[in-house]
């Protein structure tokens, strides 16, 4: 079981841009996503990527705001985020499954979170 460990998140602006990273221990062949959760509410899906890309899948609320990518040779994921707004504020996590979807339960492997906050 590999462990996930996320980095990049912090304080920006509404509109602002940022880009969070995901990268595994070592390599894994599933799929990889994001999710987040802001506090009192319940875990968010946000994006997902299969090992080779053919299977990629957005959130209804950052569809065509949010970019996933992946890096298989570093094993990592990342995350582009454009035009931020104060609700995106929440605690990201990097997860990894056998399935691209936004079913929780498919994801068996969790990183620690990366803090984005974004301010109005």
């Known amino acids: 079981q590999v462990a996930l460990v996320e980095s990049g998140g912090g304080l920006v602006q509404a509109g602002d841009s940022l880009r969070i990273s995901c990268t595994a221990s070592?390599?894994?062949?599933?799929?990889m996503a994001w999710f987040r959760q802001a506090p009192g509410k319940e875990r968010e899906f946000v994006a997902s990527?299969?090992?080779?890309?053919?299977?990629?899948f957005y959130g209804d609320s950052v569809k065509g705001r949010f970019t996933i990518t992946r890096d298989n040779d570093a094993n990592s994921i990342y995350l582009q985020m454009n035009n931020l707004k104060p609700n995106d504020t929440a605690l990201y996590y990097c997860?990894?499954?056998?399935?691209?979807?936004?079913?929780?339960?498919?994801?068996?492997?969790w990183g620690q979170g990366t803090q984005v906050t974004v301010s109005s």
């Open positions: 070592g390599p894994t062949l599933m799929t």
């Open positions: 997860a990894a499954g056998p399935r691209s979807n936004d079913y929780v339960p498919n994801y068996s492997n």
């Open positions: 990527m299969s090992w080779g890309g053919g299977k990629t």
